[in-house]
């Protein structure tokens, strides 16, 4: 089993920056066989959307309403996913999720849809006031 452990989340003003991140912990063969991790967030009354992603051979996408702003990376030695969140804006409001997936999902062009990561962690709240 994998676990998701998400932090870095909190209030910050219209403009102003977060970083997000991931710890990973699990089996070594599980986590060796990650091919995508991601981010996704849902705010109240709103589905659950991919923000960002970044696969196994570190190809990279993200959603249109954070290109240019956010940055996700990944750093294998310490198990851990980031993303940079710059300039954030009030509708960037929302539950963050950290999510993992298998070799089955091809997340190069895209984040991904909420079923097809298997692996999820709690979520952290990012709230952007103006």
């Known amino acids: 089993q994998v676990q998701l452990v998400e932090s870095g989340g909190g209030p910050v003003q219209d403009g102003g920056s977060l970083r997000l991140s991931c710890a990973i912990f699990g089996d070594t063969y599980n986590i060796y066989n990650i091919h995508c991790m991601g981010w996704f967030r849902q705010a109240p009354g709103k589905e659950r959307e991919g923000v960002a992603a970044?696969?196994?051979?570190?190809?990279?996408s993200y959603a249109d309403s954070v290109k240019g702003r956010f940055t996700l990376s990944r750093d294998h030695t310490k198990n851990t996913l980031y993303l940079q969140m710059n300039s954030l804006k009030p509708e960037d409001t929302a539950m963050y999720y950290c999510a993992a997936v298998g070799p089955d999902v091809d997340c190069s062009n895209s984040p991904g849809e909420e079923n097809e990561y298997n692996y999820w962690g709690q979520g952290t709240q990012v709230t952007v006031s103006s």
């Open positions: 970044i696969d196994s051979d570190s190809s990279t």
